[in-house]
């Protein structure tokens, strides 16, 4: 195994709105984090993932940007972000920051030059068409709902946006905005990041026609189609890949991850293999769609443990000895784990324990999700006016329109919503959570009350010092990092069951998904002579023998085999 500083870390994702604000306007910023950064020393970790602070209009929540080397004002100043990244390598973690480069703001220069006229030389930095029988150049629709095309009347044209209509796609096929991206990178590695999030990044590439989507079908409306299939892993995104990395970030001691929308074990393999000489690892999204039905995210299922342990061991599979999985649960684009996967009402610390387990436990880097080491959870508002991500308000838009029930939407809301992962983070039990001492920008989660980092730091049996444990565990047995993974009792309905292996070393490693006791049997292709308790998130473990036990509620226990 080809060892290397990344696969070994656990890194923490800030999302800098909600994180912690220093001077009272509601907002969190850069002097918030700089202020909380031996909470995260203490935590363990080793990389911060930085959510975009770049200058943007705030359209998508910074994801919108107007200057890629300048910071936005809600956040503070160039010389803060400075004083955070000598803050964080004093305590000796990375920085790496979040790399936008599908999609800028409408407001980024690059797009006010290219919007003036067909003839501008910026006017090839965006993909702009001329329309179709008086609608858009073709039928794809947008992340956002809607069409993924907004007239400009100034030149008479249509401009590509798959996300935001204020996100504007830019073209990749240009080698001079190529040119202009990588120079941009280039300038904030010289500063002394430790490596980049990309944003959407498989999507760079679109195929040059792009033609609607074939549908069998056409209502008499005009409707809109997922475009995927002419731009999700594009045809020559790996080319665009490779030219990065050479002209970049092979000049460079760093990570990255890219997040990658609808890509399979086989496609990540040719994003993230080690002779590929491209990313270093993906977000998949395969597992956050396990509980969508047919109809996308908003179409709520419950989700089946058998997906659950199917994708994870087909992704460990497919890339072992090829190259390196991201491993997460939620973030700032998901609900929070514990609610989604745990059960936050009954037992909150020990289905929030046993999640962590899974993650810390499977070969790949694993990614924290600011909040989820003391246990928050979804929010419930009682009113759409109380929402701001941009996702949710034009889906009810949409939803309400086409006669859906308030009720139906709202609860998928509830479930599904990205500000679910955006509300402030909760650090006491003061006014506000301790985020702030003004109205906060996104309301807080009543139950901050009992839910908190000071609460936590407290309890010695709390679900932030189990995070500290793990984290410990990983930096001081490399078995946890590089092990190989072998699934046990693959038919189990309740429990999740695997091997790591490392040459005469193995881990067994037991969870109980459910709110109910599980019987559980060794399978007999286990063999050892001694067990020896790694760590469990239940505090007093009976003297028994582990070929055949009962797993407690959520109940889970890693154990050295001899």
């Known amino acids: 195994m080809n060892k290397q500083w990344w696969k070994e870390s656990v890194v923490y994702q800030i999302y800098p709105r909600s994180f912690q604000d220093s001077n009272g306007d509601g907002i969190g910023d850069l002097q918030g984090i700089i202020s909380r950064l031996d909470y995260l020393e203490q935590l363990g970790i080793n990389v911060v993932w930085l959510c975009p602070v770049y200058q943007s209009p705030n359209d998508d929540n910074g994801y919108d940007i107007s200057n890629y080397q300048s910071i936005m004002n809600d956040f503070g100043t160039l010389a803060d972000w400075e004083e955070l990244l000598a803050g964080l390598h004093a305590r000796g973690m990375k920085l790496i920051m979040d790399l936008v480069v599908n999609h800028s703001s409408d407001e980024h220069a690059w797009f006010a030059e290219s919007r003036k006229s067909p003839d501008s030389p910026y006017r090839d930095y965006y993909i702009w068409r001329a329309g179709k029988d008086g609608h858009e150049p073709n039928n794809w629709g947008s992340f956002f709902s809607g069409p993924a095309w907004e007239y400009d009347a100034q030149t008479d044209e249509y401009f590509l946006h798959l996300f935001s209509r204020k996100q504007p796609d830019l073209n990749w096929d240009n080698p001079k905005l190529r040119r202009e991206i990588y120079d941009m990178m280039t300038w904030w590695l010289d500063k002394g990041i430790d490596g980049f999030r990309m944003d959407v990044i498989n999507l760079i590439s679109k195929v040059p026609e792009l033609p609607s989507v074939v549908k069998d079908q056409e209502d008499g409306e005009r409707s809109y189609h997922f475009g995927g299939e002419y731009f999700v892993n594009g045809p020559r995104v790996h080319e665009y890949m490779q030219e990065m990395?050479?002209?970049?970030?092979?000049?460079?001691?760093?990570?990255?991850?890219?997040?990658?929308?609808?890509?399979?074990?086989?496609?990540?393999?040719?994003?993230?293999?080690?002779?590929?000489?491209?990313?270093?690892?993906?977000?998949?999204?395969?597992?956050?769609?396990?509980d969508s039905g047919p109809r996308g995210k908003w179409d709520v299922r419950p989700w089946k443990l058998a997906d659950i342990k199917s994708i994870f061991s087909k992704w460990q599979t497919a890339l072992h000895g090829k190259g390196w999985n991201s491993l997460y649960l939620n973030n700032h684009d998901q609900p929070r784990m514990l609610s989604r996967f745990g059960d936050d009402k009954h037992y909150p610390k020990e289905s929030a324990k046993m999640l962590a387990t899974l993650l810390h436990t499977l070969q790949g880097t694993p990614y924290i999700y600011q909040g989820e080491e003391i246990g928050m959870t979804n929010v419930k508002f009682d009113s759409i006016s109380e929402y701001k991500d941009i996702e949710i308000l034009n889906m009810y838009k949409e939803y309400r329109a086409a006669g859906h029930a308030e009720e139906e939407i709202m609860n998928s809301i509830y479930i599904k919503g990205r500000d679910n992962g955006r509300t402030p983070m909760q650090w006491s039990a003061e006014p506000q959570a301790g985020f702030t001492t003004g109205t906060p920008w996104l309301a807080v989660n009543p139950n901050y009350t009992e839910i908190n980092v000071e609460q936590a730091l407290a309890d010695p049996d709390s679900i932030f010092h189990y995070y500290k444990k793990l984290i410990e565990l990983r930096k001081s047995h490399d078995i946890f990092v590089y092990g190989d993974y072998a699934i046990l009792a693959e038919e189990h309905e309740q429990v999740y069951a695997y091997l790591r292996t490392l040459g005469e070393e193995r881990l067994?490693?037991?969870?109980?998904?459910?709110?109910?006791?599980a019987a559980f049997e060794l399978p007999a292709c286990v063999v050892f002579q001694d067990k020896t308790l790694v760590i469990a998130n239940y505090g007093v473990q009976p003297e028994e023998d582990i070929r055949s036990l009962s797993l407690r509620p959520y109940e889970a226990r890693v154990y050295r085999l001899r």
């Open 508 to 517: 067994l490693v037991m969870l109980n998904f459910f709110g109910r006791p």
């Open 245 to 290: 990395n050479r002209e970049v970030l092979s000049k460079y001691d760093i990570m990255t991850v890219g997040e990658a929308i609808g890509v399979t074990p086989e496609e990540a393999a040719l994003y993230v293999g080690e002779d590929r000489n491209e990313l270093h690892m993906l977000f998949h999204f395969e597992l956050m769609e396990v």
